[in-house]
């Protein structure tokens, strides 16, 4: 393929993805990541696209959010190896909240071995994948559906999860930095995510190397609210990751690293081992050991209850 040829096709990528890694680039035009970040260089130059910490976005700062169609083509296997490593992480008999995303799909998908677990979500791809699991209960929110990743979202589904509280929350996003915390490109389902954030004790962040440096319109998790972060390797050469990682892991991010002997921060996490969670951070209500709910008041049982009949 020659050199105009392979860059229109980088570009056409980029412009129908928003935010595409070289990993992903390398594959489709078939030839190696050093030539596609040449290509990508090009580009930039031109005005066309911007390099951004491991791939390549469209040109303006903020990269605007893919579709579902778009997202689940890429960093295909990298969203699978986070998704093995954070399975790892769940208890049998705990309850938790999923949010929605192409990598928290993956993650429910393994969810379904874990017996006795209790799952709420706002995805219909989660519930999805858990519907067919025979001792995993799943509770939906209720909301307004947006079509464009599955999800439900307004303000049925944030009342629906006030007075909810379970152990962990597993939260993915569009971008990820050290001084912004997790981000998406949506108002809506961001303002959804701060709520499932509200409802746990721990809060767990999946992000392939991809978003790490990528800053979005709407926060939702602050960087001192992320308890530990699951993620793959970044490429050797993305230098720019590594920072990222590092300066996380500084403000008290444990971090994950699926395929890797070791993380940032000093903390060793095999891909093939559980890791510990840490105990809750601050200004989380403790939970009782052996359960993934805290014990619930009158008025929560009953909004749990609603939830449930949903």
Same mark, same amino acid.
Not at 103 to 129: F, H, M
Not at 270 to 293: D, I, K, Q
């Given at each position: 393929?020659?050199?105009?040829?392979?860059?229109?096709?980088?570009?056409?990528?980029?412009?129908?993805?928003?935010?595409?890694?070289?990993?992903?680039?390398?594959?489709?035009?078939?030839?190696?990541?050093?030539?596609?970040?040449?290509?990508?260089?090009?580009?930039?130059?031109?005005?066309?696209?911007?390099?951004?910490?491991?791939?390549?976005?469209?040109?303006?700062?903020?990269?605007?959010?893919?579709?579902?169609?778009?997202?689940?083509?890429?960093?295909?296997?990298?969203?699978?190896?986070?998704?093995?490593?954070?399975?790892?992480?769940?208890?049998?008999?705990?309850?938790?909240?999923?949010?929605?995303?192409?990598?928290?799909?993956?993650?429910?998908?393994?969810?379904?071995?874990?017996?006795?677990?209790?799952?709420?979500?706002?995805?219909?791809?989660?519930?999805?994948?858990?519907?067919?699991?025979?001792?995993?209960?799943?509770?939906?929110?209720?909301?307004?559906?947006?079509?464009?990743?599955?999800?439900?979202?307004?303000?049925?589904?944030?009342?629906?999860?006030?007075?909810?509280?379970?152990?962990?929350?597993?939260?993915?996003?569009?971008?990820? !930095?050290?001084?912004?915390?997790?981000?998406?490109?949506?108002?809506?389902?961001?303002?959804?995510?701060?709520?499932?954030?509200?409802?746990?004790?721990?809060?767990?962040?999946?992000?392939?190397?991809?978003?790490?440096? !990528?800053?979005?319109?709407?926060?939702?998790?602050?960087?001192?609210?992320?308890?530990?972060?699951? !993620?793959?390797?970044?490429?050797?050469?993305?230098?720019?990751?590594?920072?990222?990682?590092?300066?996380?892991?500084?403000?008290?991010?444990?971090?994950?690293?699926?395929?890797?002997?070791?993380?940032?921060?000093?903390?060793?996490?095999?891909?093939?081992?559980?890791?510990?969670?840490?105990?809750?951070?601050?200004?989380?209500?403790?939970?009782?050991?052996?359960?993934?709910?805290?014990?619930?008041?009158?008025?929560?049982?009953?909004?749990?209850?609603?939830?449930?009949?949903?």
């Amino acid at each position: 393929m020659f050199a105009a040829e392979r860059r229109q096709l980088i570009l056409e990528m980029v412009r129908a993805n928003g935010a595409v890694s070289l990993r992903e680039l390398a594959r489709v035009v078939q030839t190696s990541e050093v030539t596609v970040r040449r290509d990508v260089r090009a580009l930039e130059a031109e005005g066309l696209l911007d390099r951004r910490h491991g791939g390549a976005v469209l040109p303006g700062g903020f990269t605007r959010e893919s579709g579902f169609p778009q997202k689940s083509h890429l960093a295909t296997a990298e969203k699978t190896a986070i998704a093995d490593l954070a399975a790892g992480l769940v208890e049998e008999g705990e309850a938790i909240v999923v949010g929605a995303g192409t990598t928290t799909q993956e993650l429910a998908r393994r969810l379904a071995r874990v017996p006795g677990l209790t799952v709420v979500t706002n995805s219909l791809l989660v519930a999805q994948a858990l519907a067919h699991a025979n001792r995993v209960e799943v509770v939906m929110t209720g909301g307004t559906l947006r079509g464009s990743n599955y999800a439900l979202v307004g303000s049925g589904a944030e009342q629906s999860l006030q007075g909810l509280r379970v152990s962990k929350a597993f939260l993915s996003g569009s971008g990820l !930095t050290a001084e912004r915390g997790l981000s998406t490109s949506n108002m809506l389902s961001a303002s959804v995510d701060r709520a499932l954030v509200q409802a746990a004790a721990e809060v767990v962040v999946l992000a392939d190397h991809t978003k790490l440096g !990528t800053d979005t319109m709407f926060q939702t998790v602050p960087t001192d609210l992320i308890t530990r972060l699951v !993620t793959d390797e970044p490429p050797g050469h993305d230098d720019r990751s590594a920072t990222e990682l590092q300066a996380l892991a500084d403000q008290g991010v444990q971090i994950a690293v699926a395929g890797a002997s070791g993380n940032p921060g000093g903390e060793q996490v095999p891909a093939t081992r559980r890791a510990p969670l840490p105990g809750p951070r601050r200004g989380h209500v403790p939970l009782r050991s052996g359960a993934g709910l805290v014990e619930p008041t009158g008025a929560e049982r009953g909004r749990v209850a609603d939830l449930r009949r949903r």
